[in-house]
């Protein structure tokens, strides 16, 4: 199952068009802020897929039934491009615990790499919904390793991928490695570059959002 925002004409098609503009990007606060705007969106839609509960809230006056969560989810974030799309999965699912992964590429001295997960803090993902936020969605390896460490560890009861731009190629790379795993996604553009830049995409996503890594 994939979700593609863009598809439907929304104001959030203004957040992704700003995002991908050269010139407006180069406004760091505004780049981060079209980020968060989109990860709440995403929440939102996301969140029509979730299981609800009927709950009965006492107002001053009597009692109101509410459906409400049954599972709080469990976000993820890959670091450190991913930070503020992760803000605003944050701001629709404010009780949500998060995980925290440092995955790179390793580059070998043919031009091709691997993807090294470095380190992962995260809470006990048994029988919990994970939503892994990460901003661009290139090759897919990058998500596919982190899940599949993940997995081996614990037993994610529902797996969600969300990103701002995914790729053909990674959106088919994700759905062949993780079948079960449902994408949700603001824009998929068809091309890459020979170093794996999604094009047209935007750039790079940690440096537009927190400046040039040395």
């Not at 049954?70 to 605003?88: N, Q, S, T």
């Amino acid at each position: 199952m994939i979700f593609v925002l863009n598809k439907t004409d929304t104001i959030a098609n203004q957040f992704l068009a700003e995002l991908r503009d050269a010139v407006i990007q180069q406004d760091k606060e505004r780049f981060r802020r079209n980020q968060e705007r989109l990860g709440a969106i995403l929440a939102y839609e996301l969140s029509k897929s979730l299981h609800y509960e009927t709950k009965e809230i006492q107002t001053p006056l009597g009692t109101a039934s509410v459906n409400m969560l049954a599972d709080e989810p469990v976000l993820g974030i890959i670091l450190r491009a991913g930070l503020p799309f992760h803000h605003g999965f944050m701001q629709f699912f404010d009780q949500a615990s998060s995980a925290f992964i440092t995955a790179y590429r390793k580059v070998k001295r043919n031009g091709s790499f691997l993807i090294q997960v470095d380190h992962i803090a995260t809470p006990n993902l048994d029988d919990k919904i994970f939503i892994l936020c990460d901003t661009m969605l290139a090759t897919g390896q990058s998500v596919v390793a982190v899940c599949k460490e993940l997995m081996a560890q614990y037993s994610i009861k529902e797996l969600h991928i969300a990103a701002v731009i995914a790729s053909t190629e990674g959106v088919a790379h994700v759905k062949a490695n993780l079948p079960k795993a449902k994408i949700w996604v603001c824009a998929v553009d068809d091309e890459m570059t020979s170093k794996a830049y999604i094009v047209p995409g935007l750039g790079d996503a940690g440096d537009l959002a927190f400046g040039e890594k040395a």
